[in-house]
């Protein structure tokens, strides 16, 4: 049942603090500061690596392959429905990731045949033990996330970048900062559960008729999930955007009525310029929202802002994207949707 939750969707996302905690069990050793991973053995450090994948984890995806290209390792992301459209060359050494929650969507399992029609190494990150791509990838990571209802995808995204974390400091020699972020990510996000109020947020949000979404780098992602979730729970059309992206064209849509949610995480030049891209959407009277962990102080120029406590940069995205899942949930309530099956969609996609 919904455990005394209105939906599904609420209470898987106030499962996330154990989801997190399922995701990184066993698989960090405490004492030395390392990842262990069963599951990679006899997988070493690839040259390339090459992810695949639709919606939700299309953007997993992305965000997977900024920290591979972080170590060095040069790493792209496919919409899995286009991979066959123009496959890449697999080089030598090169890995194929396919993300996908439910483990049977058929864009993403025909995007895999195709990888590895090419010869490529392949590993599957799901969350459903035994489903279809586990069958057909060289290797699987569970994601441990627990079964997900909502059709709108919630706790499956936070625990499908804990594991892409654990992955990537398997394969780069673990940062003790990530280490010390993922330790303590189930109890920050708790805390976001517990003290965020995105009331007033997805008020504003829910009486627009469309919204923007932008953020940069690791938070590039989270602006694209942000806009997902919103429209597909909302159905008011809702657009992420790389923050840098808004002046190239869609900022003629900007108006006084085009909320903007801006996230804002680290204290780095990333950040400053995400404040220029604010400035420009503010300068046409759209209101802004601030998501951010405080670093860099916004809350003076923006119309709201909502706080997120500070932790490691790969980690703060993930508290961020909460805020936005709050945000989705909330408007979406107010606006008496069906929630946990939006209209049109089905939970496992199983046609091309
Ligand atoms: O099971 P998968 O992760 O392969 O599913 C991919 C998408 O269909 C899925 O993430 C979809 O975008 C979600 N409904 C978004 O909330």
């Known amino acids: 049942g919904k455990g005394g939750y209105d939906h599904y969707m609420l209470k898987e996302i106030h499962e996330q603090p154990h989801a997190i905690r399922q995701c990184l069990s ?34 997993a995806g992305l965000y997977a392959a900024h920290l591979f290209r972080e170590m060095g390792v040069p790493a792209q992301t496919f919409i899995a429905s286009e991979y066959a459209t123009s496959p890449p060359p697999v080089g030598e050494d090169e890995l194929v990731v396919a993300i996908t929650q439910s483990g049977e969507t058929a864009d993403t399992l025909s995007a895999l045949r195709e990888a590895k029609a090419r010869g490529a190494e392949t590993l599957a990150l799901t969350n459903v033990v035994g489903s279809s791509v586990t069958r057909e990838c060289d290797h699987t990571m569970y994601i441990r996330a627990g079964p997900e209802i909502g059709v709108a995808a919630s706790k499956t995204f936070t625990s499908q970048l804990v594991a892409v974390n654990l992955l990537v400091e398997a394969m780069n020699g673990n940062d003790a900062g990530v280490l010390t972020g993922l330790r303590d990510l189930a109890g920050d996000l708790q805390s976001v559960l517990d003290r965020v109020n995105v009331r007033s947020a997805a008020a504003q949000l829910a009486a627009a008729d469309r919204c923007f979404f932008v953020g940069r780098g690791l938070n590039h992602p989270v602006a694209l999930e942000g806009a997902l979730k919103f429209k597909e729970i909302t159905y008011v059309h809702a657009e992420g955007f790389p923050a840098g992206e808004l002046k190239h064209g869609s900022l003629a849509l900007v108006t006084e009525d085009t909320p903007v949610v801006a996230v804002l995480t680290g204290d780095d030049e990333e950040t400053r310029k995400t404040i220029g891209n604010i400035k420009e959407v503010e300068s046409r009277d759209a209101p802004v929202i601030a998501v951010t962990d405080g670093r860099v102080e916004v809350a003076s120029f923006v119309d709201e802002c909502i706080q997120i406590p500070e932790t490691h940069p790969h980690v703060a995205p993930l508290l961020a994207n909460v805020v936005l899942q709050l945000i989705a949930y909330r408007s979406a309530n107010l606006l008496g949707r069906s929630i946990d099956k939006p209209r049109n969609l089905a939970k496992s996609v199983t046609v091309e």
């Open 26 to 59: 066993g698989r960090v050793d405490e004492l030395h500061g390392r990842v262990e991973l069963e599951e990679l053995d006899g997988l070493s450090t690839p040259k390339r690596v090459q992810f695949i994948a639709c919606g939700t984890s299309y953007h």
